[in-house]
């Protein structure tokens, strides 16, 4: 018979060797699966030689898009929000009505 535990530290031994096997066939299917892919996730992002001038227009014209874009959303939030305040408006005075008779 073992004594201080001795089974449980055994099964502990054991549990990291499984976990050391796991990350070692983990790691190796991550890397076969780059390989597959065709690259590596190291590759740093590679931009365009804009000039200052190209560069401020772009911002400009993305400015302007943005610009458009949040006006669309504010008229068509607008559009539903009155009509939908209106029969809200509508039925609470109906029902305040209905009460008072």
Do not use: C, W
Request: aromatic share 8%; net charge positive; charged share 30%.
């Amino acid at each position: 018979m073992m004594g201080g535990g001795a089974g449980h530290i055994q099964d502990m031994v054991n549990k990291i060797k499984e976990n050391k096997a796991r990350r070692i066939a983990r790691k190796e299917s991550r890397d076969r699966y780059r390989n597959l892919s065709g690259g590596t996730y190291n590759n740093k992002l590679q931009f365009k030689k804009v000039s200052k001038e190209e560069l401020a227009s772009i911002n400009q014209r993305n400015r302007n898009k943005a610009r458009k874009e949040r006006i669309k959303k504010n008229a068509i939030a607008v559009l539903i929000f009155v009509p939908v305040f209106i029969v809200v408006i509508f039925y609470l005075q109906k029902s305040i009505f209905m009460t008072l008779k």
